[in-house]
T-cell receptor, first 117, second 116 residues
Framework: GAVVSQHPSWVICKSGTSVKIECRSL??????MFWYRQFPKQSLMLMATSNEGSKATYEQGVEKDKFLINHASLTLSTLTVTSAHPEDSSFYICSATRRAGGSGTQYFGPGTRLLVL | QKEVEQNSGPLSVPEGAIASLNCTYSDRGSQSFFWYRQYSGKSPELIMS????GDKEDGRFTAQLNKASQYVSLLIRDSQPSDSATYLCAVNIPRGSSFSTGKLIFGQGTTLQVKP
């Protein structure tokens, strides 16, 4: 168990458009979902933490109006990159923790590669 | 500043050898520790979690935790070329008393190369 999916796996868009990325926990209810960004040769950078039914908590330096997060249910969170620019091109990865258990183990989705032209 | 530190490597070992990966952390209150493997171009994959001092074994992998020294390690026995990847050490920082809503602090990762 503990499978997390992301859609789409790849997206190429023009500068100025908005892109929505979905993250789903397939076989468990997720207390919390996390959104990360990873640039080449760098480690994961946490962007925000989202809990079902409440506003996301953004990390320092992450623009909440640019990276909109909606956590509609215990199995679905979405990240929308609004007015994307080339510098937003990156590998976006979500993760989720189980509703019960409390260990804090995060299960990662396969990631979404965004290329903004 | 809560930090997790790893040697970036690359760590190169011959096939069949033991690979030893190390990690130190700064927050003495940390209770949950994780090792993830990340292949190039892929997302992280959980290998081991450890919460208590001592060793925890799972197949060819052994995680070791020493909270007094604030040190976590991962041993990979009988290393295979398919183990070549970046290994990320992560420490859970709880929000209040909740670990499940807490965030992970990642080290920079150690690149392991297993040579045939």
């Amino acid at each position: 168990g503990a499978v997390v999916s992301q859609h789409p796996s790849w997206v190429i868009c023009k500068s100025g458009t908005s892109v929505k990325i979905e993250c789903r926990s397939l076989d468990f209810q997720a207390t919390t979902m996390f959104w990360y960004r990873q640039f080449p040769k760098q480690s994961l950078m946490l962007m925000a933490t989202s809990n079902e039914g409440s506003k996301a908590t953004y990390e320092q330096g992450v623009e909440k109006d640019k990276f909109l997060i909606n956590h509609a249910s215990l199995t679905l969170s979405t990240l929308t990159v609004t007015s994307a620019h080339p510098e937003d091109s990156s590998f976006y990865i979500c993760s989720a923790t189980r509703r019960a258990g409390g260990s804090g183990t995060q299960y990662f989705g396969p990631g979404t590669r965004l290329l903004v032209l | 500043q809560k930090e997790v530190e790893q040697n970036s490597g690359p760590l190169s070992v011959p096939e069949g050898a033991i690979a030893s990966l190390n990690c130190t952390y700064s927050d003495r209150g940390s209770q949950s520790f994780f090792w993830y493997r990340q292949y190039s171009g892929k997302s992280p994959e959980l290998i081991m979690s450890i919460y208590s001092n001592g060793d925890k074994e799972d197949g060819r992998f052994t995680a070791q935790l020493n909270k007094a020294s604030q040190y976590v390690s991962l041993l990979i026995r009988d290393s295979q070329p398919s183990d070549s990847a970046t290994y990320l050490c992560a420490v859970n920082i709880p929000r209040g008393s909740s670990f499940s809503t807490g965030k992970l602090i990642f080290g920079q990762g150690t690149t392991l190369q297993v040579k045939p």
